[in-house]
């Protein structure tokens, strides 16, 4: 879909997603490093578990379908080369505090008299402007400050941040990635590029509408986490333990009680469960939150049995059968054997010479009857594509790459 267009990639975590998503799209997308590599190579987990700075995992994951040269944009040469480059580019995309790339000489108004029609991706913890614009914010602040860190964990318990890496950061890239294409759309009939401002903050707030537009907006309430409303003495109960695992489901109240409940409660009654309350409650007027001790029992106590008793994948099928809404709740190895996904054929084995095998990553984020997204290469080599920009692109004689390689410049 954006073959015909170029990326310059100038960011660290907060917005390397960006540059993965225009790829996948079929973007040029080129990762500009400073010499030795970039720091988020750093970040494990490592291929083998082997700390190595070509070897990350993580590396890997956000950073296929780039290709990749190492460049210092803080020198006088790297600038001037970066220009020659900008020249050429449709899209930059960065990540650096307000006002670094002014101190260079490289911001976008800058840029512009260079190429009017570049496209400018800024991407920072508070955006460009505010009072907390010089502020820096791991992720763990952006998702606290946006909102989300709240209503994350369960209600007898601190709020958490979600595990793992940069959850705000990838909202933020995803965010980023359609201000890009925005953009370019705007360029079409303009001719002209402009700057995106991508507050992460703002990205995480937005994410957080379930818990803002509905209970806040509406009732002037503040959600709760763990699922409980509210005014709620309890959570909602919507995970149960089942043979191997665990699936989601969740007794409705109102006018889908009748229809989402009583499916469940007919098959159960067939299987010879004791269901008489479950039966005959009046499901119309139920709910969780303000259920009492004894009620909750009651209608844990025959659920529970019964979904332990089946595994995820005899649940699954018994809800598409009984026509109810129950899901798997999958662990990573689910995921990879999933029969849909490998029906769709999602995954994809990209091979990696360097290490002498493939690895399997997931594939597009959406299908396409003419023009296909799809994982073109893996993530580059530290200084991988030098030769094939610098040399063959903006013809810099190899003596001179030498001399600049020696520098500290490239």
Known sequence: MLSPYRVLDLTDEKGLFCGKLLGDLGADVIKVEKPGGDQTRNIGPFYHDEVDPEKSL????????????TLDIETADGQEIFKKLIKNADFLVESFPPDYMKKLGLNY???????PGIIMVSITPFGQTGPYKDFKAPDIVAWAMGGEMYISGTSDRHPVR????????????SEAAVGALAALH????????????????EVVTRVSHQATTIPYD????????????PGASRPIKNQWKCKDGYVFFMFWGGVL????????????????????????????????GAATDEEFDKIARP???????HTKAELLDGAVRYNFPLYPTDTTADTVNNVQLAARGFWAEVKHPELGTTIKYP?????ASETPPKIRFRAPLIGEHNGEIYEQELAIPREELLVLKQAGVI
């Open 303 to 309: 659920t529970s049995a019964f979904f332990v008793a």
């Open 109 to 115: 108004s800058e840029l512009e008299k260079l190429n």
């Open 186 to 201: 705007y360029r079409h009939i303009t001719g002209e590029g402009q700057q995106i401002d991508v507050s992460i903050e």
């Open 162 to 173: 979600i595990s793992h890496h940069s959850h705000a950061y990838v909202h933020a890239g």
């Open 363 to 367: 594939g597009a984020f959406v299908t």
């Open 257 to 288: 009680g009748n229809r989402y409940n009583m499916p469940l409660i007919k098959w159960m009654k067939e299987e010879g469960y004791e269901v008489s309350y479950l039966e005959e409650k009046d499901w119309l007027y139920f709910n969780w």
């Open 218 to 229: 509406t009732n002037g309430m503040i959600a709760r986490r763990g699922g409980q409303m």
């Open 58 to 69: 993580f590396w890997f994951a956000f950073n296929i379908n780039k290709r990749g040269i």
